[in-house]
């Protein structure tokens, strides 16, 4: 796998230079799940797909940004689910974004995960890589090339309370819970990308990450292959846990459509138990 995230290494370069150097504005197109595509979208998308179409052990790619399954050599090991920009509506607003990437050995299924990774642009650019094996490692570009500087692990308990999703459409157990963790103390950090706002609880100890199925979006609105399946490998490894809002874990989710969703949570220990508690989730 070493030849995918060397890959990737590269990806991260060229993504940073695009979203420093050209145009943020509107595409005249849509992406598979009906949003409004950036240049930056297609962009990344693109450098994505040039920079594996030579990778001998990826068999396929799966974009966020494109309907289908993108085969590429007949013999490879891998299919590379990702999503090429993240949050990249927040580019022009400066705030910081990332790509993230499922590494997948047969059917795309959260058991078949077996790796995953996500690259940071913001005042560092970062990459972050989980196997299922260790703590997740975080290299930086330091002096033009990346180093790798520590590993993540979570506390048991953290002081971060990342809401995601439309308050209003909240179920009322669901927003009972977010005032509950407010009450005792939480500090809310939330961006509205997921990259950043994943990384950063995992990077300060741990807290909670929630978007949950709402009135507007029941089937939540993050997507499994390429969101949800690898954030939920990193908080594993990093000592968090990761479910859904029947308490199933998000690693063993098994998607019906490439693009299919799923209410997400990704916290601490004390965290998801207190989860747990206010959805009536036996554990
Ligand atoms: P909301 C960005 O559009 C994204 O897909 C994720 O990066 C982020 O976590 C989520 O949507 C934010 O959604 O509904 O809170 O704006």
């Known amino acids: 796998m070493n030849d995918i995230f060397e890959t990737i290494k590269t990806i991260a370069f060229e993504i940073d230079h695009v979203i420093k150097a050209e145009d943020v504005g509107y595409s005249d ?4 799940s009906g949003e409004d595509q950036l240049k930056l979208d297609v962009q990344s998308d693109l450098i994505i797909e040039k920079a594996f179409a030579d990778v001998a ?4 790619l799966v974009s966020e940004e494109k309907e289908g ?9 891998y299919t590379v689910c990702y999503d090429p920009l993240d949050g990249s509506s927040l580019v022009d607003v400066n705030l910081s974004v990332g790509s993230i990437f499922g590494i997948y050995e047969g059917e795309l299924e959260g ?18 890589i989980a196997t299922r ?3 997740p490692k975080v290299s930086r570009v ?11 692990t979570m506390n048991e308990k953290g002081i971060f309370n990342a809401s995601g999703g439309t308050q209003q459409n909240w179920c009322d157990y669901h927003k009972t819970f977010i005032d509950d963790l407010f009450e005792e103390g939480y500090h809310l950090r939330y961006s509205g990308g997921m990259v950043p706002d994943l990384h950063q609880i995992m990077v300060k100890g741990g807290g909670i990450f929630s978007y949950p199925g709402t009135s507007d979006k029941p089937n939540g609105k993050l997507r499994q292959l390429f969101e949800v399946i690898p954030f939920a490998l990193m908080y594993e490894q990093a000592g968090g846990q990761a479910i859904n809002n029947k308490g199933m874990r998000l690693l063993e989710l098994v998607p019906s459509h490439p693009h299919d969703t799923s209410p997400c949570f990704f916290g601490s220990n004390y965290e998801i138990t207190a989860l747990r508690e206010a959805y009536g989730i036996k554990v």
């Open 29 to 32: 197109s849509e992406n598979s």
């Open 57 to 60: 052990s990826v068999k396929a």
């Open 69 to 77: 399954v993108l085969e590429l050599s007949p013999t490879g090991k």
């Open 111 to 128: 058991k078949n995960l077996v790796a995953s990774a996500y690259t940071v642009y913001g005042p560092r650019v970062e990459l972050i």
């Open 133 to 135: 094996k260790g703590k």
């Open 142 to 152: 330091i002096d033009g090339k990346f180093q790798e500087v520590f590993e993540l």
